[in-house]
């Protein structure tokens, strides 16, 4: 589905994880899994037609065949497919370390798949294997999901869109956003301390701040909680001269953060435009007019164009771009198109924000807070493909108990 303008549309897709039936009916409708799992079925059947095919080399001839032709070596395809699945055996766990603590116990690999990275044995289990019980269930399950992940984590790096590929990038385009936007050689530490409402999910309703020295220890107002956190702010050159202290953060999204958000969103990852992101923290309405009219001014210049403008202050959060943000999360946001100078271009998102709504983003009870954001984002895709209630007994739909419980554990 697209925008009028041709565009992806935006929208959340839902993994029916109650049976073994209904779980394998979503992964074949979904527009990125099912195609997945159709060419890994297909790289399955086809194994016999490549036996004559010297073994280092096997995967790596069926791969090109059935999937795309490669830059790489039909040698090093098999190399790279299993370093992508090792990674991710590494990156699971910590998910659910970080994300489903309290469920950390059930949701544990089935032990004779977890220690898989070899492309044909992750095929003949997930295709090839007996038995409708838990864990040979649970085997099929993992090797299924193990598989796909790994591919479509190799297929960043064949597109050339790999998060080394895009931090090089970032870099450049950060130096230079940075050497055009702030004072030279001018930077500071910087103490905020934000005023929270606990009568209204943790919500800012006031942020102090202090350059320099540590302030005396803040009393919050009656009825409000205060929470501090440190940081190191540049300058921007405002009205008359005057320097106004920003907080800038870049990320460069990674791979695996890549490939989940496609899951979730059934849209491919070349239509994301928040690969290569920044924000900039500004402390009250008169700075952030002053820090966006001096962005505006070199992003105008090449190798930037501005390509989008969203304003979430003006329109309160409602018709957003992202369907899935919270209406908790404000700030101004910007599409820019950045031309490399081997003449290809890459979007750019670049966020400004007050400081009073970038404390809703690290203590809020709402999910403008990353944390609470992630978490709703892995149930909503990650989670139940990876591990569906029919095999763990967990039930991650956002109006179950164990979400709250989730929720709950991350306050």
Not at 4 to 11: I, L, N, R
Not at 53 to 70: E, H, K, L, N, T
Not at 173 to 198: C, G, K, T
Request: glycine share 4%; proline share 5%; hydrophobic share 35%.
């Amino acid at each position: 589905m697209t925008t009028p303008s041709g565009k992806p549309k935006a929208t959340e897709y839902v993994i029916d994880d109650t049976s073994y039936e209904t779980w394998m009916r979503s992964i074949l409708a979904h527009p990125i899994l099912g195609t997945e799992y159709s060419l890994m079925y297909e790289m399955f059947r086809r194994q016999p037609e490549y036996a004559h095919v010297p073994d280092a080399s096997r995967f790596g001839r069926m791969y090109q065949d059935i999937y795309r032709p490669s830059d790489n070596s039909s040698v090093s395809l098999e190399e790279r497919f299993r370093q992508q699945a090792a990674r991710l055996k590494e990156e699971d766990p910590n998910l659910v370390e970080i994300y489903a603590k309290p469920r950390k116990y059930k949701l544990k690999s089935e032990s004779r798949a977890a220690m898989m990275c070899n492309p044909f044995k992750l095929l003949s289990t997930a295709f090839g294997s007996n038995g409708d019980d838990l864990l040979s269930r649970g085997r099929r399950v993992e090797s299924l999901a193990r598989f796909i992940i790994s591919r479509r984590l190799l297929h960043q790096h064949e597109n050339g869109e790999s998060e080394a590929v895009v931090d090089d990038q970032c870099e450049e385009i950060f130096d230079l956003v940075i050497e055009r936007l702030f004072h030279e050689n001018a930077s500071d530490p910087i103490q905020m301390y934000a005023m929270l409402d606990p009568n209204q999910r943790l919500l800012a309703r006031k942020v102090q701040y202090e350059i320099g020295a540590k302030m005396n220890p803040v009393r919050p107002p009656r009825g409000l909680k205060c929470r501090h956190y440190d940081s190191t702010c540049r300058y921007v050159i405002g009205d008359e001269g005057s320097l106004l202290p920003c907080i800038f953060d870049d990320d460069a999204k990674g791979d695996v953060s890549t490939v989940l958000k496609e899951i979730r969103k059934a849209t491919l990852s070349e239509h994301e435009k928040d690969k290569r992101r920044f924000l900039v923290v500004v402390m009250n309405e008169d700075h952030m007019r002053q820090v966006r009219q001096r962005f505006e001014e070199i992003v105008c210049q090449h190798p930037f164009r501005i390509a989008e403008v969203e304003n979430l202050y003006e329109n309160l959060g409602e018709k957003r771009h992202n369907v899935a943000s919270s209406r908790h999360f404000l700030a101004v946001r910007y599409i820019l198109e950045f031309s490399l100078p081997n003449g290809k271009v890459v979007p750019v998102e670049a966020c400004f924000q007050l400081a009073l709504d970038h404390a809703n983003t690290q203590f809020s009870r709402t999910d403008a807070r990353h944390e609470l954001y992630r978490l709703k984002q892995l149930c909503k895709g990650y989670f139940p493909f990876r591990y569906p209630r029919f095999l763990f007994g967990v039930d991650f739909r956002l109006d179950s108990k164990e979400y709250a419980r989730l929720v709950q554990a991350l306050r």
